[in-house]
C-alpha cells in the first residue's frame, strides 16, 4: 500500500485463506448437536469463466483430478448471472471430502493465476425436515457466512433466523463475515 493509498483511506484487501474450509468439518459437528443439520454430501465453487485456452485447460485439469477418486462425477453449471458453479459429491455424505475438494478447485484457479475469478465456495446442510442451509466461503473476504432460503428458490424468501443462529453458533469456530450485507443471496445455488 503506498502513502496516496493511506492519505486517500484505501486498504489492501486481506489475502484470503484457503484453509479456513478445513475448519467446516468441525464446525458441522455444532451445527448437528445444536441444531440437527446434517452435510448432504454436495459443496460447489462459483467463479466467472474468463475466455481462453489456459482457463479451460486448468478447468479439464480440476475435473479430471477430483473425478479421479471414482467417487460421483463433477458437474458444472452456469447461472443466470453468468457464474459457473463447479458441484462437487460425495456418497455418502462425507463432508471432510468435500472441503478437499473444494480447496482443491480453489488453490487450482489462484495458483493458476485465476483467483480474481472466483466468488464463493458453499457447502450443503439439511435439517430432518429438509430445510436448507449453505455455508458460504466469500472468497475475496476470506470469510463465512450462512444462507437459510425458505421454500422455492422462485419465493426468494430467507429464514433470518436461522441464519442469526448460526451466525451465533459458529462464531468461535469459523471467521465469519461481520458485514451482514455481504450475505449475499445464492437463490438456487447448484450444490445447495
Keep these: 500500500m503506498g502513502f496516496l493509498d493511506a492519505i486517500l483511506g484505501r486498504r489492501k484487501a486481506a489475502a484470503p485463506d484457503l484453509d479456513a474450509l478445513f475448519a467446516l468439518p468441525s464446525a458441522a459437528i455444532s451445527l448437528q448437536v445444536s441444531l440437527d443439520m446434517l452435510p448432504t454430501g454436495r459443496g460447489s465453487v462459483a467463479f466467472r469463466t474468463p475466455e481462453g485456452r489456459a482457463f479451460a485447460d486448468i478447468e479439464a485439469d480440476v475435473r ?23 458441484v462437487v459429491e460425495s456418497e455418502p455424505a462425507d463432508l471432510p471430502t468435500i472441503v478437499n475438494d473444494l480447496h482443491a478447485v480453489n488453490s487450482s484457479l489462484v495458483d493458476a493465476g485465476f483467483g480474481p475469478q472466483l466468488l464463493c465456495s458453499l457447502v450443503s446442510f439439511r435439517d430432518p425436515v429438509g430445510a436448507p442451509l449453505a455455508m458460504v466461503y466469500l472468497f475475496k473476504r476470506g470469510t463465512f457466512y450462512p444462507f437459510a432460503p425458505l421454500g422455492e428458490a422462485s419465493e426468494q424468501r430467507r429464514d433470518n433466523v436461522l441464519e442469526l443462529r448460526v451466525r451465533d453458533l459458529l462464531a468461535h469456530e469459523l471467521p465469519l463475515e461481520s458485514d451482514m450485507t455481504r450475505w449475499f443471496a445464492v437463490w438456487g445455488a447448484p450444490g445447495l
Design 64 to 86: 479430471r483430478l477430483l473425478d479421479s477418486d471414482g467417487g460421483p462425477p463433477v458437474t458444472t453449471q452456469t447461472d443466470e448471472f453468468g457464474f459457473t458453479w463447479l
